[in-house]
């Protein structure tokens, strides 16, 4: 929540900027840990949010990390994830990724093909190492999100469907330097209801029992990430209800004593702490539409453009004066019809100059920035000093 100290703050900021709370942050991580089960291993999605003073806070809570490219496994080790808590995830890792995984020895490359474990395997026996795997399967469960953010559908690019799953053994007993150790799913992002996780555990489960006739009893079990935030009311549920999040989990995953339960959660931990400052460059009315004109756009923030995703946007100037309702399509200065971050939104009047958060920006905000029309790299401040 704003209020005058930060609009004193930020007026002095030049736009536009991310403004990070870490102590929300802290707040957000330290509930989720006390919801966990203790045997419950949470990795953190870096690619929601990689900045690297937020990546040591939480590396300093002992969570461990999930990543989708070989640069981010580079980030996490330079922040000081260990190797054997980094799980390696992506469709289409390069040669030269997979290597930094196998220099590095981390704990698992998530493979989403087979001709990616044979890739991975020629490369393990070429460097003389071991490489520790899990089979990311489709398992064809509807997210209910966005369909630019479902992954765990039959249509979807990612992961090995089950039809496949003789193949794929037949290709493991061939792969010497592969060592098959998890099960990995992961069925979208933004997911609002526990019901797709519910659906989750009943297809891990009959999966898992598949294996489990075959003989394999595999180590762990990694049900990923997406549990959703509030996007329209970010002050009222600053932190998602982990409980019961890890209650569904609880309750319907059928797993053997010996198995490990693991998570990658990304956006749910960091998205309420980020906001994007921006201020209004120009308004301009019109017959039925005006526009609040800012010098914040998609180049900034994508996500409105790319998913249409809502987020809360306030006038900060207006909460230091008061001032009546009008409605604007707060938009952006990038040539792009769809840099718009909402329609008709109901602000105080709005003038050039104030100051405009966009809240619940942690995720997917800042990382997916970009230069486009030569734009400056956004910047970005903390809560403390
Ligand atoms: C993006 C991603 C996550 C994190 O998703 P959130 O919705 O941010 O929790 C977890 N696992 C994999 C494999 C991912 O690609």
């Not at 990612?158 to 493991?172: A, S």
């Not at 994007?276 to 120009?282: G, N, Q, T």
Request: with cysteine; aromatic share 10%.
């Amino acid at each position: 929540m704003f209020n005058t100290q930060h609009f004193k703050k930020f007026n002095g900021i030049k736009t536009p900027f991310y403004y990070y709370n870490t102590a929300l942050l802290k707040e957000t991580l330290k509930s989720m840990l006390d919801a966990a089960p203790k045997a419950y291993h949470i990795h953190y999605a870096l690619k929601a949010n990689s900045n690297p003073k937020l990546l040591n806070i939480i590396k300093q809570h002992g969570i461990g990390a999930d990543c989708v490219s070989g640069n981010e496994v580079k980030r996490a080790l330079e922040i000081g994830f260990t190797n054997k808590q980094i799980a390696f995830a992506g469709v289409g890792k390069s040669d030269e990724e997979i290597l930094i995984g196998l220099e590095n020895d981390i704990f698992c490359f998530n493979v989403e093909s087979i001709p990616e474990l044979i890739v991975i395997n020629e490369l393990a026996s070429q460097e003389n190492k071991i490489a520790q795997v899990a089979l990311r399967i489709n398992p064809n469960v509807d997210a209910y999100t966005h369909k630019y953010i479902t992954t765990g559908l039959e249509e979807n690019k990612f992961g090995i469907n089950p039809y496949e799953f003789d193949t794929v053994l037949e290709h493991l007993s061939n792969c010497k330097n592969i060592k098959l150790v998890g099960l990995h799913f992961h069925i979208g992002s933004q997911i609002q209801s526990l019901t797709p996780f519910k659906n989750l555990c009943i297809r891990v489960n009959e999966i898992n029992k598949w294996f489990l006739n075959k003989g394999l009893e595999i180590e762990h079990i990694n049900v990923g990430g997406g549990l959703g935030i509030n996007y329209q009311e970010p002050d009222k549920e600053s932190i998602v209800d982990f409980k019961a999040y890890f209650n569904v989990f609880k309750q319907f995953l059928e797993l053997m004593p010996s198995q490990q339960v693991h998570f990658e959660l990304g956006r749910c931990i960091i998205a309420q702490c980020g906001s994007l400052i921006s201020k209004v460059l120009y308004v301009k009315n019109g017959i039925n539409t005006n526009f609040a004109i800012l010098d914040a756009g998609m180049t900034e923030l994508i996500r409105p453009a790319l998913y249409q995703a809502y987020h809360k946007i306030e006038n900060l100037t207006a909460c230091v004066e008061n001032r009546e309702l009008n409605k604007y399509d707060v938009v952006g200065p990038i040539c792009e019809s769809s840099d718009c971050f909402g329609k008709a939104v109901v602000l105080p009047e709005t003038k050039r100059g104030d100051l405009i958060a966009i809240r619940s920006a942690g995720a997917y905000g800042e990382v997916m920035s970009s230069n486009y029309n030569l734009r400056e790299t956004v910047g970005c401040t903390f809560d403390e000093a």
